[in-house]
């Protein structure tokens, strides 16, 4: 069975400072990977997703992620944090059920609090 | 953009009671979710639809049911709320996989935080 690991539940950076969000996987398969942003009160909003093709991927917001298969790793980056990047992140990977719908598994997210 | 609106943002509900949480969107997606979302456990899947009438178990589908008698609405019911299923519940919606290994972004209602009492 398919599984995410978020290593870290919490992490606290400096507005401005870079940012880096761990994210290791476990699926047997090409993976489907995704990162999904949740702040506080609200639902998940999505930031990035991988499907194929080029291992760096862009998002919104100025987050970018890389898949690295031989570390089974999509980590999420940004060079300089602000604010309102402050929220809880998740990291997803996804696979088709029998064909007829896509299932996401979720690992258990990374709090990120900015300090002014 | 694709909407999916959840009935209520926040309820209290006592034990015993049949509880009903409602989503729609609005893009004709034929699969929709269920997922409860707990603090240091993440979101789980507990049901889920690929076709009006049609569901499939998640990972945690006790104590729930669901519904789908129209492809742009998905309800959960709790038949009978018990204090462990105080939670947030979010629903997600996303289209049909194009291919076989295909995954499909999912997208999400704003979420119902519910309180059994």
């Known amino acids: 069975a398919q599984s995410v690991t978020q290593p870290d539940i919490h992490i606290t950076v400096s507005e401005g400072a870079s940012l880096e969000l761990r994210c290791n996987y476990s699926y047997g398969a090409t993976p489907y990977l995704f990162w999904y942003v949740q702040s506080p009160g609200q639902g998940l909003q999505l930031l990035l997703k991988y499907f194929s093709g080029d291992t760096l991927v862009q998002g919104i917001k100025g987050f970018e992620a890389e898949f690295k298969r031989s570390q089974s790793s999509f980590n999420l980056r940004k060079p300089s944090v602000h604010w309102s990047d402050a929220a809880e992140y998740f990291c997803?990977?996804?696979?088709?059920?029998?064909?007829?719908?896509?299932?996401?598994?979720f690992g258990t997210g990374t709090r990120l609090q900015v300090t002014l | 953009d694709v909407k999916v609106t959840q009935s209520s943002r926040y309820l209290v509900k006592r034990t015993g009671e049949k509880v009903f949480l409602e989503c729609v969107q609005d893009?004709?997606?034929?699969?929709m979710f269920w997922y409860r979302q707990d603090p240091g456990l993440g979101l789980r899947l507990i049901y889920f639809s690929y076709d009006v009438k049609m569901k499939e178990k998640g990972d945690i589908p006790e104590g729930y049911s669901v519904s789908r008698e129209k492809k742009e609405r998905f309800s959960l019911i709790l038949e009978s709320a018990s204090t462990n299923q105080t939670s947030m519940y979010l629903c997600a919606s996303s289209p049909a996989p194009r291919t076989s290994g295909s995954g499909e972004t999912q997208y999400f209602g704003p979420g119902t935080r519910l309180l059994v009492l």
């Open positions: 893009m004709d997606h034929e699969n």
């Open positions: 997803a990977v996804g696979l088709t059920y029998t064909g007829t719908a896509s299932k996401l598994t």
